[in-house]
T-cell receptor
């Protein structure tokens, strides 16, 4: 069965550093990959979408890569700030009309 | 501002009672809305897909008679947890996409924390 894996352990980094979060998947051929941010007690908020034929996407301090050979996406936050502290979820979908499937999320803690 | 509104944000009910949760798309029409359940420190589990004007599609293992979904208009879907039990206590979240594609970004409500005593 398809599986989406994100590091369940929290990632702690110092303010100003680059945070890198990983999303790995198996038994799946996604055409689209999305990243969301979720704060405690709130619903997720969409950040970026990347298509299978795109290697990289950027939005302000955010960068997402999508490697269909490695079956992996990396999510980078440059010049991280304490306000970036949240849980980040990756989600995959394909062109077969399957629902968006979410990974378990990785909690990021940026310390001042 | 929020484009999907979910109400109530918190509800406490007694075992055996029913609870209705509303999900509204505020500035777009949503023929499809999604309902999720999330346990602490776990991912979103899709419960069902709410389809305007037709029956909801439930994921495997989700009891349709327990979690009643009604999508009566293009901007409103409701989830009713019937005969709630303590094990139904959870965080329920709805979402909708502006585009009628499963690949389009989703807008989420802020969730409903249900506690069944």
């Amino acid at each position: 069965s398809q599986k989406i894996e994100q590091n369940s352990e929290a990632l702690n980094i110092q303010e100003g550093k680059t945070a890198t979060l990983t999303c790995n998947y198996t038994n799946y051929s996604p055409a689209y990959l999305q990243w969301y941010r979720q704060d405690p007690g709130r619903g997720p908020v969409f950040l970026l979408l990347i298509r299978e034929n795109e290697k990289e996407k950027r939005k302000e301090r955010l960068k997402v890569t999508f490697d269909t050979t490695l079956k992996q996406s990396l999510f980078h936050i440059t010049a991280s700030q304490p306000a970036d502290s949240a849980t980040y979820l990756c989600a995959l979908s394909n062109n077969a009309g399957n629902m968006l499937t979410f990974g378990g999320g990785t909690r990021l803690m940026v310390k001042p | 501002g929020a484009v999907v509104s979910q109400h109530p944000s918190r509800v406490i009910c007694k075992s055996g009672t029913s609870v209705k949760i509303e999900c509204r798309s505020l500035d777009f029409q949503a023929t499809t809305m999604f309902w999720y359940r999330q346990f602490p420190k776990q991912s979103l589990m899709l419960m069902a897909t709410s389809n305007e004007g037709s029956k909801a599609t439930y994921e495997q293992g989700v009891e349709k008679d327990k979690f009643l979904i009604n999508h009566a208009s293009l901007t409103l879907s409701t989830l009713t947890v019937t005969s709630a039990h303590p094990e139904d206590s959870s965080f329920y979240i709805c979402s909708a996409g502006r585009e009628a594609s499963y690949n389009s970004p989703l807008h989420f409500g802020n969730g409903t924390r249900l506690t069944v005593t």
